[in-house]
């Protein structure tokens, strides 16, 4: 079978890995020349980390990550809200959770999608499709055949926008932008995931073995684009001055090194399959990090994908490519609303909403607003 991985990613090295497991070499490509080490923390639900055993990669991401052992959710004062223990839950279904920078991930990824055919600095600029043939044009005026081709470039699939002549169609922007940054660890943050929700921002304090990646989500700035780093970092520190010690300890690191902004924007493709090309990962549905769970479903989704293509041969692409949307995509979903509902719950502004959501939220559990994600790690896909 010839297929075309479309993006280097979390979902496409997934694909290549267990592709080439299954008898299958792919062709992988990236548009960027090189890999750096961009991104920050990452953490993997069980049902998604289990996906790096057959690749040998389960090890590595065990030894590399800071396993999580509790959630604390506070409001914008220190008051604790509510307390997780996610050693409890994980230990229920017999799972493990860490957390580990991206690059540290796609690394092993990598490994373990050894031997696909990769080629760097490459884009595709054309699809034309026939009823059992792909004709791709790539970006340095080649031309290939393939059987299937799997888009894994992103939220902002350029894919996606070839197919459907639109790069914007299924984006939502939340209004709000997420500042990041690398901070040293410190004794409030030791093995434990900390949140504090404010009025109108959320600042999260996410370790890993040997730092914090500190998220202070607020409403987007106006005039962001135009901004010096020294001016987002001060727009930073204004927002959440007030907030606790663990914060402000936080924030006094924020100039150390580059305050990245993340857009608070997610995607939900109408269509995942059009004839024998499909969406893939964020390309189909792109997360929000409100539940932490975008890369697990987008790992998930493609390991579920490579098992219905490895069971089939090139004129039953059609079929397997409609079984693992029905395999996967109610699942994705899903666990999509349910980061959407936990974001209508973080991005309020006003003082007396959030006084009303610390009050439900101090007798309603997190895990019950989550409550797909925790089926997610119960439940086949």
């Given at each position: 079978?010839?297929?075309l991985i479309?993006?280097?990613g979390m979902?496409?090295?997934?694909?290549?890995?267990?592709?080439l497991r299954?008898?299958?070499?792919?062709?992988?490509?990236?548009?960027?020349?090189?890999?750096s080490?961009?991104?920050?923390c990452i953490?993997?639900?069980?049902?998604?980390a289990?996906?790096?055993?057959?690749?040998?990669?389960?090890e590595?991401?065990v030894?590399q990550?800071?396993?999580v052992?509790?959630?604390?959710?506070?409001?914008?004062?220190?008051?604790?809200?509510?307390?997780?223990?996610?050693?409890?839950?994980?230990g229920?279904?017999q799972?493990?959770?860490g957390?580990?920078?991206?690059a540290?991930?796609?690394?092993l990824l990598?490994?373990?999608?050894?031997?696909a055919?990769?080629?760097?600095g490459?884009?595709?600029?054309?699809?034309?499709?026939e009823?059992d043939?792909?004709?791709?044009?790539?970006?340095?005026?080649?031309?290939g055949?393939f059987?299937?081709?799997?888009?894994?470039?992103?939220?902002?699939s350029?894919?996606?926008?070839?197919?459907?002549?639109?790069?914007?169609?299924?984006?939502?922007d939340?209004?709000?932008?997420a500042?990041?940054w690398?901070t040293?660890?410190?004794?409030?943050v030791a093995?434990?995931?900390?949140e504090?929700?404010?009025?109108g921002?959320?600042?999260g304090?996410?370790?890993l073995?040997d730092?914090?990646?500190?998220i202070?989500?607020?409403?987007?700035?106006?005039g962001?684009g135009?901004?010096s780093q020294e001016?987002v970092?001060a727009?930073?520190?204004?927002h959440?001055?007030?907030?606790?010690?663990p914060?402000q300890?936080?924030l006094?690191?924020a100039?150390?090194?580059?305050?990245?902004?993340?857009?608070m924007?997610d995607?939900k493709?109408?269509r995942?399959?059009?004839?024998?090309?499909?969406?893939v990962?964020?390309?189909?549905?792109?997360?929000l990090?409100?539940?932490?769970?975008?890369a697990?479903?987008?790992?998930?989704?493609a390991?579920?994908l490579?098992?219905e293509?490895?069971?089939a041969d090139?004129?039953?692409?059609?079929?397997?490519?409609s079984?693992?949307?029905?395999?996967?995509?109610?699942?994705?979903e899903?666990?999509?609303?349910?980061?959407?509902?936990?974001?209508?719950?973080m991005?309020?502004?006003g003082?007396?909403?959030?006084?009303?959501?610390?009050?439900?939220?101090k007798h309603?559990?997190v895990?019950?607003?989550?409550?797909?994600?925790?089926?997610?790690n119960?439940?086949?896909?």
């Open positions: 079978m010839r297929v479309i993006g280097g979902a496409g090295w997934t694909l290549a890995g267990h592709l299954a008898g299958i070499t792919p062709t992988l490509i990236e548009r960027v020349s090189e890999y080490r961009v991104g920050f953490g993997l639900y069980p049902f998604s289990g996906t790096l055993r057959p690749t040998g990669a389960y590595g991401y030894d990550s800071l396993p052992t509790t959630y604390t959710m506070c409001d914008g004062h220190g008051e604790v809200m509510q307390q997780m223990s996610f050693s409890e839950v994980l229920r279904i799972g493990f959770m957390m580990l920078q991206r540290d991930l796609l690394d990598r490994e373990g999608g050894d031997g055919r990769a080629a760097m490459m884009s595709v600029t054309g699809l034309q499709q009823d043939v792909v004709h791709v044009t790539f970006s340095d005026g080649s031309t055949d059987d299937v081709v799997l888009a894994c470039d992103g939220i902002h350029a894919t996606r926008a070839m197919l459907i002549g639109s790069s914007e169609a299924g984006l939502t939340w209004g709000f932008t500042f990041t690398w040293p660890r410190q004794d409030a093995d434990g995931v900390v504090y929700w404010g009025a921002g959320l600042f304090l996410y370790p073995p730092r914090i990646n500190a202070a989500g607020m409403p987007t700035p106006v962001l135009s901004m001016q970092v727009a930073v520190r204004e959440f001055q007030g907030y606790p010690e914060v300890e936080a006094a690191h100039s150390d090194g580059t305050v990245f902004p993340w857009a924007i995607q493709a109408d995942w399959i059009h004839g024998r090309v499909a969406l990962g964020d390309a189909a549905t792109g997360f990090p409100t539940a932490g769970v975008g697990s479903n987008a790992i998930k989704s390991q579920v490579a098992d293509l490895g069971r090139a004129s039953a692409v059609p079929l397997a490519l079984l693992w949307e029905q395999r996967a995509r109610p699942k994705v899903a666990n999509q609303a349910a980061s959407r509902t936990l974001a209508k719950m991005f309020v502004k003082s007396t909403v959030a006084k009303a959501r610390d009050l439900m939220l309603y559990p895990d019950k607003v989550a409550k797909d994600v925790v089926k997610s119960t439940e086949p896909w």
